[in-house]
Structures are given as structure tokens and as C-alpha cells.
């Protein structure tokens, strides 16, 4: 639904084409529409309008006219504004002297606060702490019983007030939050974490309440959660949250959706407080430290690459991969490379998550749910080929074809289409090897809609889906990675 | 490690993607969302569809009987039960009142607004920046404002107060809609609701329940969300609260068949009205969108019909809230909206552009925590309460 900045950048910019410089009007235009991308990304429109005059001043500064490719220069500037006012580091949690380490969770009703809750014990539990969970959300019915539950999953001992007064609703939190530092140290449990109840920042009772419990327990980190659908209001939120507790940070949930996130960006420039932590899934263990500069190609609809590149790098042994990129090259890619391939892939996580990353991938596309299974299939079906066949997919024919389509318990169809498919992405791999410079030539395709299927066009076409360019995949890359001399494609 | 090969390995990871998500696409319709969990089928009456018969294992509670006595133990001081039903019509909340804080924001723009002497360009552009404050969103607050110049060019309006009446006129007659939860003909009448994750849904049950409850129907709550821990136990508070039988499966269970027992369940002891909760859910994730379809045709299948799929939403939500809209409409059919939370300062300003592009009219409100601060919606009185100084 949300076109990305490079879509809309694409229509100004190639009206521009063939003009020798940029009018101050073009300019306006193009900041009109960053601002029509901003707010559609949920950033606070205040934080849009100080934005917007940065990279105005910058955009006039830098003057576009002379850039080889103004598009890409504007984008660029834009990318860089959001890093930095997403900026910062990523957080780093410094133990307590004396343990327990205290973190007090707060936010919104529905926000997540107690999934995040039992999330972050488990991340702590990774780092070799001890953490404890403590439920003093006697309020909603069954919070508590939600909270160990969790924990259970997570291994992570629950205390809250005993089970008969959580269900007489008239539990004191403060108190719970008092004995629970206690039990803590009885434990020799060395981080707590406590779980609050979802409260309105207007609720001054609530909010007193939750203002008590931080007293009693003094905490080292209070991290606020933000649900990344959040819209406009999400400032004034952090602002009330920020008064009444004084927050560390903030922990943005559900940026597994296709909610842009712009209102975390909006709640750091306004309170200042960093995201220090993500969740991105369902699953208890889809939570990490928060990489801020990763979020604004996000809002901008424009892929991740840094993550992307970190996971491969994680995930594939680096020989073996630069020898399979070899043959991707020369052509040489087999149906045996192509299932390595989809193992190491597996490894860097579901990859429906690695899609969204990617610049330059339709939504469609993006959004079709890739299961474990679909995958299987696949594989499946390369199993079920003989050696030869897998080096030379050609030479499958069509009882070739029922008998492999027989043996992974498909159908034949299935099997011509992985082929097609494979076929098809060897020759685009070939391309990249044999025309290093790929420019407007190849990409005619993308303009005239090849990205944009229309409407509830229901499948998309997996040709339908053009490579991002190397420039584009390049401007969005850390510089870190670069390197000096880094050979082009 | 170079670009080069890092780059090389990325494009392997969207061309295994794409080649992925086509075969997956190309045979959705085949590998579909069929689990074989093997569990005995306990119905007597397998429903039309083999493929879709619901299974897992139901426990059936009824408050009383095997159901956990609800004693003065878990009687939960907050909830209104002892209150006498009269009272309950008269405690109705104001919009206006609640919405005081959701206003704040917005009154300073409008009393801007009304500062000047005549209508200009910087009107617009104060009204603008209110509407996208609210979270109405770019297009929505266009159109509003190209309606708006053409009302004011044509009634010739020339006070900013003749302005924002004529706003608030466009912004009703864009809301305006029934908030009538129909019945179907014969019982029992079932809403599902449905929703993405921490919108209130279990919350938004329990209330309706209670409404249903005061006004002498029998309820039975379908616990589907099988999914999030403890959801089923939150449920079965409410429903211990407003007395209503309540049907819930195992942990993980199938919801589809926890929703058509609990159809059946009411079918056979003739109860009025079915509410069926579900797992919220993000609208991106297609395969819990499939199975939300599947419960809400599974739940047709039995007695009774679906009259009602109202989709929750949280007021706080912003321009997400359209795609969530619109997914779960494609979904399960959306007949309406329950705009929860906004006794905050949100203002759930996406109504709009739900009403305008889908046709989604708002039904209910939630304006507080109580089971009677659940309403139903006025546009008038929401208009009204939202833009005002």
C-alpha cells in the first residue's frame, strides 16, 4: 500500500530528466513528498516539519543538479537525516554493583509490555544472567497467569503476589514490587524485571502508582514500551511516561508487521531516549538489541541491508560461499548449490523476515508468508533428482518430471515451475557477472511497472520482481563494509 | 569478505525468496493451512467439509457446574455487577468529557484558527496540521480540505467559526453510519472478533457481553484465542462476570473448532448470542489470516449465522491502521469497527480513512475501562468532542 521514497522519488525525478538544474519549486516538490513518506510512516508531525528543514538546507546546500544522480543524492540525505536522529548507539546495559539489576517495564495497555517482559528475561538469560520476572499487573484478569506462562517457557522463575489475592483484584502492586526485590536476593537472582499494568498516561492514578513502584524499586533501566503502530500520539505518550518515571529507553514491539515505525523515531528526537530493544515476532526468542540506524530504511520502505549483510555473514562459511558465487557468475550454478544455498539461508532466519529486508522487493512479495514447508518442498523436489539432473536441469523431461514430482509427493507442475524459476535466476546471476555496469538499459522494466502490481492482482509474478541495482544496494550499505577498493560488480 | 560477495549472497537470498514465494503462492491453495493434528473428531455432526471439520479436544464450562465456582473469592471489585441496570444507562459516559485530553492537542489549531478574522490559506493549513495530528492521514485530510474550499467557495462562507462548522459537517457526514450489531433470524446470532495483537479484543468480549448480559440475552464466549498465554483464562473472568457460559479448548488448540463448539454449544441449549474471540494476529502474517478465514467460515457452518466480524482497533494507532483495516476485511468479511481505548489522548483519527476507503463504519467505542464505558459510536458526539476549543 505504502510506496517506498525511491518510488516516489522515481516520478519526480524523471520529470526532472533532461533539465539542467533544479528549481526551487523541484525542490519543493521533492520535500512535499518526504513529507507525504514521513507522515505516512507515522513520524510526529512536528519531528516531520524540523526534519524537512534540515534536509532542505542541505539538499539546496549540496546542489542536486550536479549530482550524477539526484534521486540517489536526495535519498542519501535523507537516510542520513533519519540515522542520526535515530542516532546513537546501540544501548549497552551495565550490570549493578550490587544485584539485582532492576528493569521496570511501562507503556500502554496492548502494548506488549508483559510478552517483552518475559522476552527480555529470556535475552538476559542468554547473557548468562540469572533474571527473575515479577507480575505486579494484578489489574487486567489473568496478567499474572499470562506472565508465568511465558516465563515458564523462558525458564525464568515468577514472583507476584500469591494467586488468591491476584484474583481478588485487590493486590497492591507497590507491595509486590517491595517483597520482590527480597525474593530476588534469596534467590541469587542477579536481574529483575518487573511487569507493570497497562495504564493511560492521563490515568494520574495509575500513573502514581506505577511512579510508587519505580520508588520502591529504584530501578537501573525503565524502558517503555511502544507498540510500532502507533500513530501521532505516540510523543505525547513518552513525554507524560518520561515525566513520571524518567525513561532509559524504549523497547518497539511489533515491528514484525509492516507498520513503518515512525513513531519510535518521533519519541527519540522529542524525549531523547533511545530504542534499545526490538521484538519481531510472535516467538519469545524474536527480541534484540535495537540497531537504530536500521530503522530508517524501514520508515523510508526501503529494506535493511545492514542487518541482511550481518546475518549472511553469520550464516554462510566464507569460502565455500565465494566459490559458489563464482559459478553463480560464470553460469556454472547447479541445483546443488542452489539447496546449500537455502540451508545456509535458513540460518539467517525465517525468510519471508530476510525479504523485508531486502531494497527493491515488491510488497507482494514481501508479505507472502514463507513457511518452513514451502521450503521442504523444495528441497524435497531437488532431493528427489538424480546428480546429472541437478547439474543439468535440462535434460528434464516429462517423465523425468513425474517421477521426480512422484518422489517428493508433488505435482509436476510443481516441479517445472522450480526449474523455470531456477533457470530463470541462473541467467539473472549470469547478467550481473557478464554486464558489470548495468545501468538504465535493464532497468526500463521497473519503470513501466514491473514493480507495481495492480490491486488485489492476488499472485504476484516471482519475475515480476526486479534486482535492486548495485548503486542502490551500495547507498544503503554501512561504510564500514565497504572498504577501500572494493571491487565493483 | 568483499561487497562482491556479500552482494552476491544477498541477491541468492531474493531470488531463493522470490522463487520461494512463488512455488508457496502457487500452491496455497493446495498445501492450505490443513493440519493433521489426529485428533479424534469429538462431534457428532461433522460439519459440510471434511477438510475443514474442526477437532481438538473442548472442554465445555458452564459457570456452576464444572466451571470453577464463582465464589465471592474471584469476584472482581471493579466490575459493575451489583450495580442495578438503571444505573448502567445513566453512567453512559460523554465523548466529550472523555475525550478532553484527545482535544488538548487539537484546540490550539482551532483557536488559532478562529483567531483570524477571515478565511486564508493558513486556516487550511492550521486545519491540516490538526486532522494529521489526529491521525487522519494525508489522503483523508485532503479530501476533507478540498470539501471544505469547495463548501466555503460555494456557500460563500467568509468566518473561520462558518469554517470549522463546515468541517465538522464534512468530518460527521464521512463517519456517519448504523451502529446496529445485527441478529441473525435464527439463534444463535455470532460476532467474531477479530484484530491485531494487544487491541483489546478479550477486553472488548467481556464488555459486550455484559451489555448483552443487562439487556436479558444469554451469551456464550468462544475462547479462539488458543494462541496467547492465559487469553482464555482473561476471557473466562469476564464471562464469570456478566454470567455467561464460556467454551474453550486446550492451549494451541485448533480455534476454529473451539468457535464451532462453541456454536453447537449454544445451538443446544438455545442461547441468544455467540461471542467469539480470536488471537490477535498481524494482518502481514497470511497464514494466520488464512486460518482467521477458516474460523470464520467454520463458524458459519453450524446453526445460526455470522451476522457480526467487528475488527478492534486501537485508538493510539496510526496510518498501519488502514492496511490492518483492509487485510482483515479481505479476511473475514469486516461488518464494522470497535475503536478501543479512547479515553487517552488518542484521537483514532484512522476511522477515517477506514470509512472512506473501506466503508467500514465505527459500532462501538471504548471510553474507559468499565464494562459501561463500552458504547456505541455517534459520529455527532465524537465530532463534536474532537474538534472543539
Redesign the interface.
Known sequence: ?FESLSDRFEGIFSRLRGKGHLTAADVDDVLREIR?AL????VN?AVVKSMLGRIRERAVGEDLSKALNPALQVKKIVLEELTETLGGETLRISYASKPPTVVLMAG?????KTTNSAKLARWFRAQGRNPILVGTDL?????V??????AE?VGVPVYSAPD?VV????GDPVEVARAARAEARAQGRDVLICDTAGR???DAEMMDQVRRISAELQPDYTFLVV????????V??AESFNETLSLDGVILT?L?????G??ALSVKEVVGKPIAFASTG?KVEDFDLFHPDRLAGRILGEGD?AT??EK??QA?E?EE??A??QR??EGTFTLDD?LE??QS?KK?GP??G??GM?PG?PKE?R?????D???A??EGIIHSMTREERVQPDIIDGSRRSRIARGSG?SS??VS??VA??RQ?RQ??QE?GRTPKRKKKGRKGRKSGGRVTPKGAG????SS?Q?PT?EE??AQ?PDA???PG???? | MNTLYLLLVILAVVVVGGAVAFVALGGRGRSGIEDSSGAPVLLEEPPAEPAEAPEGDVDLLEPGLEAPAPGPAVEVPEAPVVEPEVVEAEVRPSFRERLAKARASMSGYLSSVLSRKEITEESYEELEEALLLADVGMGPTQELLDGLREKVRAEKLTTNAELLDALRAEMKSTLEGSTDLARSPESPTIWLFVGVNGVGKTTTIGKVGKRLADDGASVVMAAGDTFRAAAAEQLETWADRCGATIVRGAEGSDPSSVIFDAVEAAASRGTDVVLADTAGRLHTKSNLMDELSKVRRVADKGAGSVTEVLLVLDATTGQNGLAQARQFAEATDVTGVVLTKLDGSAKGGIVFAIRSELGLPVKLVGLGEKAADLVDFDADEFVDALVST
Not at chain 1, 108 to 112: M, N, V, Y
Not at chain 1, 139 to 143: E, L, M, S, T
Not at chain 1, 167 to 170: I, L, Y
Open positions: 500500500m507525504l507522515l505516512e510512516a507515522d508531525l500502554l495497555q496492548g502494548s506488549g489489574q487486567r484478569p489473568a496478567a497467569q499470562q506472565l508465568r506462562t511465558l517457557q488468591d484474583a481478588s483484584g485487590e493511560l498516561a492521563i507498540d510500532a503502530m502507533t500513530g501521532q500520539d505516540a505525547g505518550v511489533k514484525d508487521g509492516d507498520a513503518r515512525g513513531a510472535e541491508l541482511l549483510i549472511a555473514e554462510f566464507a560461499a565465494e559458489a558465487a553463480m557468475l542452489f544455498q537455502m539461508i539467517m525468510l519471508s530476510l525479504m531486502m522487493v512479495v508479505d507472502v508468508e514463507i513457511e514447508h514451502h521450503i518442498r523444495i508433488t507442475s510443481d515451475q522450480l524459476q531456477f535466476m539473472m546471476m550481473m499472485k504476484p509474478k516471482a520482481f534486482l548495485r544496494m551500495e550499505l563494509l565497504k572498504g572494493s571491487p565493483g560488480l
